[in-house]
């Protein structure tokens, strides 16, 4: 028995999405820890490749191919981490799509897409899990996917950003609900050089710089938190792991060198009026008391550094 706590031997997991990028580097991360794990994607040929990557370095999975969402497609996870490897011990919630526009331009379908993948995806996968896990009477962790646009909002992202912050919600609210059974819940919220993020203007030419052989420079990797997909990965094993059984409830943020906590949302300024307030005493006080300093939204510009 090994007494590495970070030592995933025996567990088995499942990560939607994990056919590439984010969700394949945490795949074979939590494979590389010890856990047989349930590959998700929704093509079949590139689950079938990660399974292969994952085996040619020692792990074990296996690939489900579905599209992530409908309690069914939850169920059929779950039902293939048992049927293969005996039992469910984490759920990482990755899969994800993006329909980016404005608000004037959005569509219904763009709204309902996004979040039928991010949010009910994350739901109906969380509550399968969480009911075989209660099931099992041993504990486990689920963890889910989220993201800056999620805390701070993003333009352009109006369905991707509220899906998020959904998740962000869940996290705590599923931690209170999940504690007597040792199950824990957690968000990790990356930043790294993906399909989703390597077009952004500033960073991009020094991602086609590290695509080329060379390292991201310190003011991206410790000033941006920005690094490869693998770079994210080391915090799924250790939230999976007996290491973090005191860990929920919490939105950590990784990405290149930087690992952060992010705040919940409380009360930034309170004011008091005997009474109550009025539309007109509101007004009078405002800017000398509540509105004195507004919240600030947005992902923050990066920093370049100066030519």
């Given at each position: 028995?090994?007494?590495?706590?970070?030592?995933?031997?025996?567990?088995?997991?499942?990560?939607?999405?994990?056919?590439?990028?984010?969700?394949?580097?945490?795949?074979?991360?939590?494979?590389?820890?010890?856990?047989?794990?349930?590959?998700?994607?929704?093509?079949?040929?590139?689950?079938?490749?990660?399974?292969?990557?994952?085996?040619?370095?020692?792990?074990?999975?296996?690939?489900?191919?579905?599209?992530?969402?409908?309690?069914?497609?939850?169920?059929?996870?779950?039902?293939?981490?048992?049927?293969?490897?005996?039992?469910?011990?984490?759920?990482?919630?990755?899969?994800?799509?993006?329909?980016?526009?404005?608000?004037?331009?959005?569509?219904?379908?763009?709204?309902?897409?996004?979040?039928?993948?991010?949010?009910?995806?994350?739901?109906?996968?969380?509550?399968?899990?969480?009911?075989?896990?209660?099931?099992?009477?041993?504990?486990?962790?689920?963890?889910?996917?989220?993201?800056?646009?999620?805390?701070?909002?993003?333009?352009?992202?109006?369905?991707?950003?509220?899906?998020?912050?959904?998740?962000?919600?869940?996290?705590?609210?599923?931690?209170?609900?999940?504690?007597?059974?040792?199950?824990?819940v957690n968000a990790i919220v990356p930043v790294?050089?993906?399909?989703?993020?390597?077009?952004?203007?500033?960073?991009?030419?020094?991602?086609?710089?590290?695509?080329?052989?060379?390292?991201?420079?310190?003011?991206?990797?410790?000033?941006?938190?920005?690094?490869?997909?693998?770079?994210?990965?080391?915090?799924?094993?250790?939230?999976?792991?007996?290491?973090?059984?005191?860990?929920?409830?919490?939105?950590?943020?990784?990405?290149?060198?930087?690992?952060?906590?992010?705040?919940?949302?409380?009360?930034?300024?309170?004011?008091?009026?005997?009474?109550?307030?009025?539309?007109?005493?509101?007004?009078?006080?405002?800017?000398?008391?509540?509105?004195?300093?507004?919240?600030?939204?947005?992902?923050?510009?990066?920093?370049?550094?100066?030519?």
């Amino acid at each position: 028995m090994s007494h590495n706590p970070t030592d995933l031997t025996g567990k088995v997991a499942v990560v939607t999405g994990s056919g590439r990028g984010l969700g394949l580097a945490y795949a074979a991360a939590l494979a590389r820890a010890g856990a047989a794990v349930v590959i998700n994607d929704v093509d079949l040929e590139t689950a079938e490749q990660a399974v292969k990557t994952i085996t040619e370095q020692g792990g074990q999975a296996v690939a489900e191919t579905v599209a992530v969402g409908t309690a069914e497609a939850a169920d059929r996870l779950v039902a293939r981490a048992v049927d293969s490897f005996g039992r469910l011990d984490v759920m990482v919630t990755n899969a994800g799509i993006l329909r980016d526009r404005v608000l004037w331009k959005m569509t219904d379908e763009d709204f309902d897409a996004v979040v039928g993948v991010h949010l009910r995806g994350t739901f109906t996968c969380a509550r399968a899990a969480a009911v075989r896990m209660r099931e099992q009477g041993e504990g486990g962790r689920l963890i889910l996917v989220g993201s800056p646009a999620g805390q701070r909002g993003n333009f352009g992202q109006t369905n991707y950003a509220a899906a998020k912050a959904g998740i962000a919600a869940m996290v705590r609210t599923w931690s209170m609900e999940l504690s007597r059974s040792a199950i824990t819940v957690n968000a990790i919220v990356p930043v790294a050089a993906t399909a989703m993020t390597e077009t952004i203007p500033a960073f991009a030419p020094y991602v086609e710089a590290m695509r080329g052989g060379e390292p991201l420079p310190d003011f991206l990797r410790k000033g941006e938190g920005f690094g490869t997909p693998e770079d994210c990965a080391a915090l799924i094993p250790f939230l999976a792991s007996a290491a973090a059984a005191d860990v929920t409830g919490q939105c950590i943020g990784i990405g290149g060198d930087r690992l952060a906590l992010w705040s919940h949302p409380q009360e930034a300024a309170v004011a008091f009026a005997d009474g109550g307030w009025t539309p007109d005493t509101i007004a009078a006080a405002w800017h000398s008391t509540v509105g004195s300093a507004p919240q600030t939204v947005g992902i923050p510009a990066p920093k370049l550094p100066e030519v």
